[in-house]
């Protein structure tokens, strides 16, 4: 959800589950990068961003201000498209439509709370500036016609993307991203990964709770350059957009420049991942769980391993029940100093490479205080045979549970193999 903290939580061994943990950072160990084909014959301006405001929620009235904090910004070198869905009952400003909307944000210089920005026919949505239409905002089809609506539309050099609104992390059952009250859906993280497939953007970033989770970032890793984005609570009022125009405005536009921008201008902790590391950080994560897993024999050292991982800096909703996600870094730190020297070895490794706090991984749902669920959900267990499941659980030998609770790896050594 999108409302205040970053919760650092420590505990006590309750029950018998617990999840894994995962880091990343990468710039320890450069890699080639990847080509990324932008169109730049004649482009008018240096940089089109878009919004995708999924604020048919109890995030509304933010979705009006912000709007309206970016209309106040002086821009010259950009274009701003903001694909805006109003709920029912939460505000009543600016005639109080509930629809679906597209605008072309244009400079207000007056302190007034109207919105000035001009509306857009965008036919591939079925949007008209005078008709009213209602989109699901969870569907991909929307976002994946939003963009390229705007790359053919709106020519520049870069194209970026912020996610607004609520966010829970990779859940598939659950609340991830593009929260849609009025069609009680919401997007996953797959199906985000498949409207932002081939669309060659150059920072994608997430004014959201838990986009910065590894789930999350190995799923869009082909797909952009920069990923910009909080691994926790963040404030419900969102980014300072008036603030990150202005300085979009001026910056040099490198996808770096953007995305640092971006996270420059949140109000939580914000981490941004390169993502042509992603893959060296997936490496390092399985072979850190691997040796992890192998010095789980039996009981006593499941509950040591148990016990030292809740060491760790964690991301969590401040209710219950939530998901609780391990800090990578703060995980691998746990174990450097390890008597095991290849788990030490490949926890130095795995540290190396997210060498700053600010990536999550999943580790297991918690239903109070201290108490954890009896199982991980059925789409964050291995099966081959779900097509459903994000690609970073399909790859995983070595973190993720799997049916076959006997596969050896680390969140069946901890929660499920019998000894």
Excluded at 114 to 133: E, F, H, M, N, Y
Excluded at 331 to 349: P, R, V
Aim: charged share 20%.
């Amino acid at each position: 959800m999108k409302n205040c903290i970053t919760k650092c939580l420590t505990f006590t061994l309750a029950l018998f589950s617990l999840y894994s943990l995962i880091s990343c950072d990468l710039l320890a160990y450069p890699v080639p990068k990847r080509a990324f084909m932008y169109d730049n014959s004649n482009p008018e301006k240096k940089l089109t961003l878009l919004v995708y405001m999924a604020a048919d929620n109890d995030l509304e009235s933010y979705g009006i201000q912000n709007l309206k904090a970016m209309e106040r910004a002086d821009f010259s070198s950009l274009n701003v498209l903001v694909l805006f869905d109003r709920a029912e009952h939460y505000d009543e400003t600016n005639g109080n439509w509930t629809d679906t909307r597209l605008f072309e944000v244009t400079h207000d210089s007056t302190n007034g709370g109207t919105i000035v920005s001009k509306r857009l026919d965008c036919p591939p949505l079925g949007l008209s500036a005078t008709t009213q239409t209602e989109l699901d905002m969870a569907n991909y089809n929307v976002l994946k016609s939003f963009i390229e609506f705007a790359k053919e539309n709106y020519k520049s050099q870069y194209y970026s993307l912020i996610i607004w609104g609520h966010g829970t992390g990779w859940r598939y059952k659950s609340r991830a991203v593009a929260v849609d009250d009025k069609t009680n859906s919401y997007m996953c993280i797959k199906d985000l990964g498949l409207a932002l497939k081939n669309q060659e953007l150059c920072v994608i970033g997430f004014d959201t709770c838990f986009g910065s989770i590894f789930e999350n970032l190995y799923e869009l890793k082909d797909y952009t350059e920069y990923i910009a984005a909080s691994p926790g609570l963040t404030p419900a009022a969102g980014w300072n957009y008036k603030k990150l125009l202005q300085e979009l405005n001026n910056c040099d536009f490198s996808p770096q420049t953007i995305s640092a921008i971006m996270a420059k201008n949140t109000g939580a902790q914000t981490t941004v991942t390169e993502t042509s590391q992603i893959p060296l950080m997936m490496q390092a994560l399985e072979n850190f769980s691997e040796q992890l897993a192998n010095t789980i024999t039996g009981n006593n050292t499941r509950i040591d391993a148990i016990n030292t991982l809740m060491e760790s800096d964690s991301y969590s909703y401040i209710q219950y029940p939530c998901d609780l996600y391990l800090d990578i870094n703060s995980m691998a730190a746990q174990f450097c100093t390890d008597s095991n020297q290849e788990l030490a070895q490949t926890a130095e490794q795995l540290k190396a490479i997210e060498a700053t706090k600010g990536i999550g991984i999943y580790f297991m749902p918690v239903i109070a205080q201290g108490v954890f669920a009896s199982s991980h959900p059925i789409n964050y267990i291995k099966d081959n045979l779900n097509t459903t499941q994000c690609s970073f659980i399909k790859d995983s030998n070595w973190w993720v549970p799997s049916k076959n609770t006997s596969s050896g790896s680390l969140l069946n050594k901890l929660f499920y193999t019998a000894f």
